[in-house]
């Protein structure tokens, strides 16, 4: 399982030609003007999930096991930050919520999170008296209904031929503090050849990105 979460982490924030993007937004030049200090979170949670799709929706099975000792949003969050190192007009820091948080309506598909977890997420930066949030969130993917939100396993079956792949479904937005604006959107496909690259993502985004090692 641990070797699984390794891998499924380097793929995820590696960059690729083929991580094609089906919602996306950049920061445009203006709004990275007027902000300097960025909060980063990740709110994947502790759930994998393993998808098996039959020929039918009666075939169809999922199945959800909790890893918290994978610590995935520590994790990706130290990654991040460590990609975002080369970008020089901003500065970075992690978005420290208070122990226990529980962050409401987080999984608001092709949207920078609901309404009452995005409060809570701009509140807490403006404690840390940062300009913007970067989250990477949860989402759902309109392409594949039948692809669970977070991270797993995908095995598709179809008329004798069969795949398995490492899936992601994910969002990263960016959003100010001050006046509670969306500034930037990107949803990695989870079924690209390489799937949900955040490093292709933050590029996206107009973002400096640091080479991986």
């Not at 690729?16 to 909060?39: P, T, V, Y």
């Not at 809570?120 to 309109?142: K, M």
Request: net charge neutral.
């Amino acid at each position: 399982m641990k070797t699984l979460f390794a891998v499924a982490l380097s793929l995820a924030t590696s960059d690729s030609a083929f991580a094609g993007l089906f919602a996306s937004s950049s920061l445009s030049e203006k709004d990275a003007a007027s902000i300097h200090k960025i909060a980063v979170i990740s709110a994947l949670g502790n759930t994998l999930h393993l998808d098996n799709i039959g020929l039918t929706v009666f075939q169809n099975k999922v199945a959800e096991v909790l890893v918290p000792e994978w610590k995935v949003d520590d994790h990706l969050s130290a990654r991040v930050l460590d990609l975002l190192r080369a970008d020089q007009r901003f500065s970075f820091e992690v978005l420290n919520l208070p122990p226990g948080t529980q962050l409401m309506n987080l999984d608001g598909p092709r949207t920078a999170l609901r309404p009452v977890g995005r409060r809570q997420l701009i509140d807490q930066g403006r404690l840390q008296s940062v300009d913007a949030v970067l989250l990477i969130e949860v989402s759902g993917n309109p392409n594949g209904p039948t692809i669970s939100p977070g991270f797993g396993l995908y095995n598709q079956r179809a008329l004798g031929y069969e795949q398995v792949l490492i899936c992601t479904a994910i969002a990263l937005a960016l959003f100010r503090v001050d006046g509670n604006k969306l500034l930037a959107l990107q949803s990695p496909d989870p079924l690209t050849r390489i799937p949900a690259r955040v490093e292709s993502s933050l590029r996206a985004m107009k973002f400096s990105v640091s080479a991986q090692n």
